[in-house]
């Protein structure tokens, strides 16, 4: 899932989060978010309260340069807020696999699935 960095948005990631933790065809959740604001930490907080399933994210923006304004305003950094290590930290906490690179993807699933109950 990737819910994007639009200033009105639909969806959030903890309700995609809910409804994947909720469907019994979902085996494990692959999550993508970027650099700017706080939504990835929201969602990280609640993976390491409510899901049980295997999370494997990836955070974009990860070598992009401090202080300078990236693509939308949902890519903007603010001091030390929304900085792709705040938000990989994040995911570790909770427990979930972070990705360094999207071709991680392949191998994280895997290994998550092979652990899962």
Known sequence: MGIG?????????IDVLRAF?????TDVIVMLGEIG???EQQAAAFVRE??????????AGQ???KGRRMGHAGAIISG????AEEKIHAFED???????????????VKARLSRAP
Do not use: C, Q, W
């Not at 933790?21 to 065809?25: A, K, V």
């Not at 030390?80 to 900085?83: A, L």
């Open 5 to 13: 960095g639009d200033p009105v948005i639909g969806t959030n990631f």
């Open 21 to 25: 933790e909720d469907d019994p065809g």
């Open 37 to 39: 604001g706080t939504d």
């Open 50 to 59: 409510s899901v049980r399933k295997p999370v494997v994210g990836f955070i």
């Open 63 to 65: 070598t992009a340069p």
């Open 80 to 83: 030390s807020s929304g900085t």
């Open 94 to 108: 909770a427990g979930i696999a972070v990705m360094k690179r999207p071709v991680d993807v392949v191998s994280l």
